[in-house]
């Protein structure tokens, strides 16, 4: 278990000091701050002093070219900076629409010709230009015209005829065509100046990139004095002294009482009381840590349930592993990976995500060579890669009672994690008689299955009586009520029970849920074979059907690459999240969020 020990600290002090102490804590960063003023007003203006600031920096951020940066500018007008990062964004983006709006305006006006439309005069009997495209299956409709009209310009599909008329014309085969008033020269001459702007607006933008370290040092200043404006308002004040409260990780309280004993604060430390609901603060090795991030995605265990972040983190990777089902893919998700190595280990969340990809490439090789399947092709027999392929993908009854089994290890697993912190209650006995129900179930169906298999011949007994024995085990002891022999507590804990026993369903409906394993595997190697299959048809034909038989390689392949690792990636933390998680958390908790320096941590 690896939820970190949290203690109730609460510190008190002069008012006069409070803003100074604040500043300590947040330089301790070590504290999760209470509320001790929940009426009070909370909108205090986290936003820098600049608007837009953040956006600023992130664009600057993802610049595709960056300078070296200053680490220390004595001087820089960061209004000044802001605004213009943020009108090079603003530009970058409205000029590749005029762009690509230039481009086809020209291809429209190309077959009319190079020109400048006239002004249009006022008077009602002014001539202007009226322009159609006719296709020239309806060409003949023009004879019946008395207007003066010209085909200027032809092509596979449309004749181009102008008209000349005060007012639009009628009976004519097709609406009018709105041309853009420019000529093309005009409109050549613009889309020039779009591209040669677009160049400098990157060269503008890599040379404020200078900037973007001394501009997150700003923001972090300005979130850290936002943060201790927040604080200050959480504390309680009174009589001239203030108080500030919160949790702090057990072994952060020597470094609180030597912060409190330097400035002649008065302390008090006292651990949760059943009345509490601390955050969550988990703590992993830093090779596990990514498990963290895909716990967190989708909840935050309550604090004093567990931490699944080392279950999840393996249980994903195998999960994903099962549904790429091919060591040639895990093998280029590996080239990938290490493509992306250096740039996902600058951050801490980049290096956890990169650790759970690399847990998934290790189990997708391993699994992949055990179902023998590289891009879609099978070992052949008497190769070494083939003494490794000791598991058949077509046996679907194999296939699916593997499925199964994964699936009824990983909820029983969940139960009896539940029985662990259970333990003090009754209803610890509940969750055992699930773990009994699930695994006794498995157990009839594979000993059914498989009656051939003397080893299997008791499996149905064990597991009627382990499905007899949680049968029971729920009745009782799914009751939160105080155990007594009162008829009317008797009664209510047997209806608790009976309500209990209804889960049986779900039981049921969660260990099918794995089969998904076994099926989305399997036509992932399938669609791999059909491919490879297509392509040799080409190839047989040689000639063109060698580049056509390469060409539904690549693009089927990538296709399959993709949908195996959005399957992966959907499925495996359905799993988890859901199937698993409805097993083991039912609380929901608060994530740790410590009161700390962005400044100091971006320096450190």
């Given amino acids: 278990m690896s939820i970190v020990a949290l203690s109730k600290v ?22 999760h701050l209470n509320n001790l003023r929940p009426v009070a007003a909370e909108g205090v203006d986290s936003s820098p002093s600049y608007p837009g600031a953040h956006q600023a920096l992130q664009y600057l951020q993802d610049s595709p070219v960056r300078r070296r940066t200053a680490r220390h500018e ?18 970058s983006r409205a000029l590749p629409e005029e762009r690509e709006q230039l481009r086809k305006w020209i291809a429209d006006l190309g077959p009319w010709g190079n020109f400048e439309l006239p002004p249009e005069w006022a008077g009602k009997d002014a001539l202007r230009f009226w322009f159609y495209m006719i296709p020239h299956h309806q060409t003949r409709r023009l004879d019946a015209i008395t207007l003066p009209w010209s085909v200027v310009a032809r092509d596979h599909r449309f004749a181009y005829v102008v008209v000349v008329s005060a007012d639009q014309p009628t009976g004519m085969p097709v609406p009018v065509v709105p041309l853009e008033p420019r000529s093309v020269s005009q409109m050549r001459g613009r889309l020039e100046q779009v591209e040669r702007e677009l160049e400098e607006l990157d060269y503008r933008r890599i040379g404020l990139t200078f900037h973007r370290d001394t ?8 979130d850290d004095r936002a943060a201790r404006e927040r604080a200050a308002m959480r504390a309680l004040e009174r009589d001239q002294v ?18 409190a004993a330097e400035r002649q604060l008065a302390l008090t430390i006292a651990g949760p009381s059943p009345q509490d609901t601390p955050p969550t603060l988990l703590d992993n090795p830093p090779t596990l840590r990514g498990g963290e991030g895909l716990v967190e995605f989708y909840m935050t265990p309550a604090y004093r349930l567990w931490d699944p972040s080392k279950a999840v983190f393996f249980a994903f990777a195998a999960f994903f592993a099962m549904i790429f089902s091919d060591a040639g893919y895990a093998l280029l998700l590996g080239l990938l990976l290490l493509a992306m190595w250096k740039r996902m280990g600058r951050t801490a969340n980049g290096r956890g995500l990169r650790d759970v990809m690399l847990a998934l490439v290790i189990f997708s090789i391993v699994y992949g060579v055990l179902v023998g399947s590289y891009f879609g092709v099978t070992p052949p027999a008497g190769s070494w890669l083939a003494s490794l392929h000791v598991l058949d993908a077509n046996n679907q009854s194999l296939m699916m009672w593997i499925s199964i089994g994964i699936g009824t290890a990983h909820l029983v697993y969940a139960n009896l994690v539940t029985v662990w912190w259970r333990r ?4 610890a006995l509940s969750a055992l008689g699930w773990a009994a129900i699930i695994l006794g179930g498995f157990c009839v169906g594979l000993g059914k299955n498989y009656p051939g298999l003397p080893e299997l011949n008791s499996l149905p007994s064990i597991g009627l009586w382990r499905l007899a024995l949680g049968g029971l085990l729920v009745l009782l002891f799914t009751s939160e009520r105080p155990f007594s022999l009162a008829l009317t507590n008797v009664f209510g804990r047997l209806v608790d029970g009976l309500k209990g026993i209804t889960g049986l369903s779900k039981a049921f409906g969660d260990v ?12 992932s190697i399938k669609l791999a074979e059909a491919f490879n299959n297509l392509a040799a048809t080409s190839f047989a034909s040689r000639g063109v059907g060698v580049l056509l038989g390469l060409l539904v390689l ?34 929901e908790g608060e994530v740790f969020r410590a009161f700390e320096k962005k400044a100091m941590k971006a320096d450190e």
Wanted: net charge negative.
């Fill in 554 to 587: 690549l693009v089927g392949h990538s296709i399959n690459f993709a949908m195996g690792i959005m399957s992966g990636v959907v499925h495996g933390l359905r799993l988890n999240l859901i199937e698993f998680f409805n097993w083991s958390l039912p609380e």
């Fill in 512 to 523: 099918l849920s794995y089969l998904r394993l076994f099926a989305l595997g399997l036509a």
């Fill in 74 to 91: 004595a001087k820089l007008d960061i209004e000044a900076l802001v605004k213009g990062v943020l009108d090079i964004r603003d530009r």
């Fill in 10 to 31: 609460t510190l008190y002090g002069p008012a006069d000091e409070k803003d100074v102490v604040l500043d300590g804590l947040q330089s301790l960063g070590c504290v």
């Fill in 242 to 259: 203030f108080a500030v409260q919160g949790w702090a990780p057990s072994a952060r309280v020597p470094a609180l009482r030597q912060f």
């Fill in 215 to 222: 501009l997150r040092a700003h923001l972090d200043e300005a």
């Fill in 424 to 427: 003090h209650s009754l209803t």
